[in-house]
């Protein structure tokens, strides 16, 4: 059964992490995107068939607006004793197979996705270039099963607003996925 974001409050700040890269282990931490005029914070993982499903465009989506502007961060904070295909080592496999150029992330503690108030994957929070929430919604309209093509639309728009330094236009509609595998102590209330 999906799950919907949590449509955290426009405006929030983004909060500060500093977190392990899944593929070389050396930190990435959100004030090294402090050049970047955008950010994209996608919480993602290699198990969910949402995922799955808009990978590759994902993928060739980050490339297409890194040369616009917009940095790109992925982080998986699945509970890997219960869920392995998570593990960092399947986070390298997943990044080469959608061909993911962007720093994908390994939140082991979890507290990086309590603190984005993370519920799904994948689950997407674009800021503007002071760092404030301005998006949080789905990918695209497309889901597996449905017949709709996975396109990234509804995140592009929000990007291209965001890059021009425009509010992005209200309804955003709720991200839809896999429930984050939560470790029984992170359980959110």
């Not at 590759?56 to 982080?75: D, N, P």
């Not at 699945?78 to 992330?105: I, K, M, S, T, W």
């Not at 017949?147 to 330094?165: C, K, N, S, Y």
Request: with cysteine; glycine share 4%; charged share 20%.
């Amino acid at each position: 059964m999906a799950v919907n974001s949590f449509m955290v409050d426009l405006g929030t700040p983004a909060p500060d992490f500093s977190l392990p890269s899944a593929i070389s282990g050396d930190p990435v931490a959100l004030k090294d995107f402090a050049d970047s005029p955008a950010l994209l914070v996608a919480f993602l993982s290699n198990h969910c068939p949402y995922v799955k499903h808009v990978e590759k465009v994902f993928g060739e989506l980050a490339a297409s607006y890194a040369t616009k502007g917009l940095a790109v961060v992925a982080i998986s904070a699945n509970d890997v004793e219960n869920y392995p295909d998570d593990a960092p080592a399947r986070l390298v496999e997943q990044a080469h197979r959608a061909g993911f150029a962007f720093p994908y992330l390994y939140d082991a503690d979890q507290q990086v996705a309590l603190a984005y108030r993370a519920a799904c994957t994948p689950d997407l929070f674009l800021y503007d270039a002071e760092r404030k929430l301005a998006y949080r919604g789905q990918f695209d309209d497309s889901r597996p099963r449905n017949d709709t093509p996975v396109t990234g639309a509804a995140l592009a728009a929000a990007i291209d607003h965001v890059l021009a330094g425009t509010p992005v236009p209200e309804p955003h509609h709720p991200s839809s996925g896999c429930s984050i595998k939560w470790r029984p102590e992170n359980e959110p209330a």
